[in-house]
């Protein structure tokens, strides 16, 4: 999910731990395999699926289940689903425009969990385009602070099409093009700086700032969201400040 930065990055680190875990590897799995079968078995000729296996290994999936996934995907072992993407908008509470990502075999069972969650939660669907114009496909890449600089990182990634670099406490987002990622990824590497992930996302061009309350509302329906086995992404355009978010925590 992506909508403020920081939450995504607490969010992030939580994600390994969490009781969620075995979910979050169902979904790193699909990604592996739609990416293997829209692009190859080989991540170094298809940067999409390199990117896939990257994050997967970053949230401790296990190296097997990683190449299954690709093997499936690549029609070299049976058992992969024929998965489809569908992109569906909305408003949740607040009027924070919503972007769902779904990844599913059964497009009628994805479309029916997507309105319960939505409905459940203040939010309503909208209709296709409607949310979408309010956000840009970026290539986002998350650098894990540690002994870096603000500088180490843009002086990495600046020839190689970086737009910004965003502090995000214990990380940096760098954004570029989506079409620039895999170069300023390959930078990253080339300067020998780790990073946790690289994919394209989309990013809002203007956020709606939330009280606690409001923070609350929006978390409860993207966790919602995010239960549901075929949601893969949620993106959504609001801003919380670090004394919202430490109350949202307490």
Same mark, same amino acid.
């Given at each position: 999910?992506?909508?403020?930065?920081?939450?995504?990055?607490?969010?992030?680190?939580?994600?390994?731990?969490?009781?969620?875990?075995?979910?979050?590897?169902?979904?790193?799995?699909? /990604?592996?395999?739609?990416?293997?079968?829209?692009?190859?078995?080989?991540?170094?000729?298809?940067?999409?699926?390199?990117?896939?296996?990257?994050?997967?290994?970053?949230?401790?999936?296990?190296?097997?289940?990683?190449?299954?996934?690709?093997?499936?995907?690549?029609?070299?072992?049976?058992?992969?689903?024929?998965?489809?993407?569908?992109?569906?908008?909305?408003?949740?509470?607040?009027?924070?425009?919503?972007?769902?990502?779904?990844?599913?075999?059964?497009?009628?069972?994805?479309?029916?969990? %997507?309105?319960?969650?939505?409905?459940? /939660?203040?939010?309503?669907?909208?209709?296709?385009?409607?949310?979408?114009?309010? !956000? /840009?496909?970026?290539?986002?890449?998350? %650098?894990?602070?540690?002994?870096?600089?603000?500088?180490?990182?843009?002086?990495?990634?600046?020839?190689?099409?970086?737009?910004?670099?965003?502090?995000?406490?214990?990380? !940096?987002? %760098?954004?570029?093009?989506?079409?620039?990622?895999?170069?300023?990824?390959?930078?990253?590497?080339?300067?020998?700086?780790?990073?946790?992930?690289?994919?394209?996302?989309?990013?809002?061009?203007?956020?709606?700032?939330?009280?606690?309350?409001?923070?609350?509302?929006?978390f409860k329906l993207i966790d919602a969201l995010e239960d549901?086995?075929?949601?893969?992404?949620? !993106?959504?355009? !609001?801003?919380?400040?670090?004394?919202?978010?430490?109350?949202?925590?307490?």
């Open positions: 999910m992506s909508g403020h930065s920081k939450w995504a990055t607490t969010k992030h680190k939580k994600a390994v731990i969490d009781a969620k875990r075995g979910k979050l590897f169902a979904k790193l799995i699909k /990604n592996i395999e739609v990416a293997a079968r829209t692009g190859g078995a080989d991540p170094d000729g298809n940067p999409t699926l390199y990117d896939a296996i990257q994050k997967a290994k970053k949230s401790s999936v296990p190296n097997k289940n990683i190449d299954s996934a690709v093997k499936r995907g690549a029609g070299l072992e049976a058992g992969g689903a024929d998965y489809e993407t569908i992109m569906y908008e909305g408003y949740g509470p607040n009027g924070v425009a919503v972007l769902i990502e779904c990844l599913t075999d059964n497009r009628n069972r994805a479309a029916s969990e %997507v309105r319960v969650a939505m409905t459940r /939660n203040g939010g309503n669907m909208a209709d296709p385009g409607s949310v979408s114009y309010l !956000f /840009n496909r970026k290539g986002v890449v998350i %650098v894990p602070r540690g002994e870096l600089t603000e500088d180490d990182v843009l002086g990495a990634v600046l020839d190689a099409g970086a737009e910004d670099v965003n502090d995000l406490g214990d990380s !940096f987002e %760098v954004l570029s093009e989506a079409t620039d990622l895999v170069a300023v990824r390959t930078a990253l590497q080339v300067a020998g700086i780790d990073y946790d992930s690289a994919e394209a996302n989309f990013v809002p061009t203007m956020q709606v700032e939330l009280d606690e309350d409001g923070a609350k509302k929006i549901s086995d075929d949601v893969q992404n949620v !993106f959504a355009n !609001f801003d919380v400040s670090d004394e919202v978010m430490e109350k949202v925590d307490a």
